[in-house]
């Protein structure tokens, strides 16, 4: 189950004005509204209790006393993990130690791999595997950092025989997309889901009748509008750590679930590809490597 945390830092892109305000506040202060009435927070928030009721429901909530109950009880976990990690305050400072940094970073990336692996739809997966298995042909494109991890998921797929397109230069990649059909698997790699290549991609590859997949962190994005399945990452933003670096984990996570599902019952007839091509390189290692 997603945490309501991170659900409201998803939906924020598309929260009206006096909703974005209201989802900042408690983000900011889960504390307070843990022991705030509706109308208290709407007076915190600068709204009416009227559009805290709306809001509450709009994200997913029968009402406020729902919705009170999810911010305190993600606020216990919040607040356990932190002690796990012995952080007081997970954002990072300008002042901060060494020690502090390196803590912080870890308790973030950690978390955002924890919170990814809570909130994936299983059934999405699964049917994303199933899809992969029966198609002659994936095609997986991101652009910036999400290029790396549909690298990573190309090499992935290529050690243990699934053919896999992935291109650095979109031009190239829309050629490649053009030439799926009904039976191919084309996979879209976008933090944010706004990125205009990787939506070009995907949108023509249905067009085309490929299965699409979207891995992103915002399930509201025009990406995930044009995808048949959806993966979504689950990472939070701070000060210091764009999406770009905060993002990355989370994807490799979602990619290293997929494969690891391809694989489960299948090790013995994909054993042998994995050690002839783990033996292709040894030869070019130095010696004690």
């Known amino acids: ?3 309501v ?3 409201l830092r998803q939906r924020m892109p598309s929260l009206s004005k006096s909703e974005l305000r209201i989802a900042e506040f408690v983000l900011e202060h889960p504390s307070i509204v843990v022991e705030s009435t509706i109308t208290r927070l709407a007076e915190l928030a600068q709204t009416s209790p009227a559009s805290v009721a709306r809001f509450c429901r709009n994200v997913g909530f029968g009402g406020y006393k729902e919705f009170r109950i999810a911010i305190a009880a993600a606020n216990s976990r919040e607040e356990a993990a932190r002690e796990l990690f012995r952080v007081d305050d997970a954002e990072i400072d300008a002042g901060d130690s060494a020690l502090d940094l390196v ?3 870890a ?3 950690a978390r955002a791999i ?3 692996a809570r909130g994936l739809d299983l059934d999405a997966l699964d049917a994303v595997v199933a899809a992969v298995r029966e198609a002659p042909r994936i095609d997986v494109f991101g652009a910036g950092a999400s290029g790396l991890t549909a690298q990573d998921l190309q090499l992935k797929l290529h050690r243990i025989g699934i053919p896999c397109f992935c291109w650095a230069d979109a031009h190239l990649a829309l050629t490649s997309f053009a030439l799926t059909d009904v039976k191919s698997v084309a996979i879209g790699i976008s933090h944010t889901g706004q990125t205009l290549e990787t939506n070009q ?3 023509l590859a249905r067009e085309r009748g490929a299965t699409t997949v979207a891995i992103t962190n915002f399930p509201d994005s025009p990406l995930a509008s044009v995808a ?3 993966l979504v990452t689950s990472v939070r933003e701070s000060r210091y750590r764009t999406g770009a670096m905060s993002s990355r984990l989370a994807q490799m996570a979602i990619i290293d679930f997929l ?3 391809l694989l489960q019952g299948r090790i013995d007839s994909v054993g042998e590809l994995l050690r002839r091509t783990y033996d292709a390189v040894q030869a070019h290692r130095l010696d004690g490597d």
Do not use: I, P, S
Request: hydrophobic share 40%; charged share 40%.
């Open 1 to 3: 189950m997603t945490d």
């Open 5 to 7: 945390f991170v659900a």
């Open 103 to 105: 803590t912080k970073v």
């Open 107 to 109: 308790y973030q990336e």
């Open 114 to 116: 924890e919170e990814t």
């Open 201 to 203: 991609m995907l949108r």
């Open 228 to 230: 048949d399945r959806l």
């Open 259 to 261: 494969v690891v599902r």
